[in-house]
Nanobody, 123 residues
Framework: QVQLVESGGGLVQAGGSLRLSCVGS????????MGWFRQAPGKEREFVAA????????EYADSVKGRFTVFRVNAENTVYLQMNSLKPEDTAVYYC????????????????WGQGTQVTVSS
């Protein structure tokens, strides 16, 4: 059973940076795609970024391109989301997710989810 635990959220001023972590346990993630999603109050959960663990290939939502970077550290079994130039509209609960197979950006493509970490960006 794959278990994912996010951390690193917090309160930051607009223009600041945060780095989120997602530690996986239960198995290694070779062959997996790791996704980051977010959900703001009253809104649907939306795709932020995804990374193909084996190749390191990544994809991003248009709203975060050039500001967010997803990467993994194999030895730590951890995927990170580096968030720079944060904006108030980035405020949300951020979730890490995992799926076996190719890159995907839809919530229902992912089977395993973490509990989420709150990111709040003040103006």
């Amino acid at each position: 059973q794959v278990q994912l635990v996010e951390s690193g959220g917090g309160l930051v001023q607009a223009g600041g940076s945060l780095r989120l972590s997602c530690v996986g346990s239960g198995r290694t993630f070779s062959g997996y795609t790791m996704g980051w999603f977010r959900q703001a109050p009253g809104k649907e959960r939306e795709f932020v970024a995804a990374l193909k663990w084996t190749s390191g290939t990544s994809e991003y939502a248009d709203s975060v391109k050039g500001r967010f970077t997803v990467f993994r550290v194999n030895a730590e079994n951890t995927v990170y989301l580096q968030m720079n130039s944060l904006k108030p509209e980035d405020t949300a609960v951020y979730y890490c997710a995992a799926r076996i197979g190719i890159m995907a950006s839809r919530v229902y493509d992912y089977r395993n989810w973490g509990q989420g970490t709150q990111v709040t960006v003040s103006s």
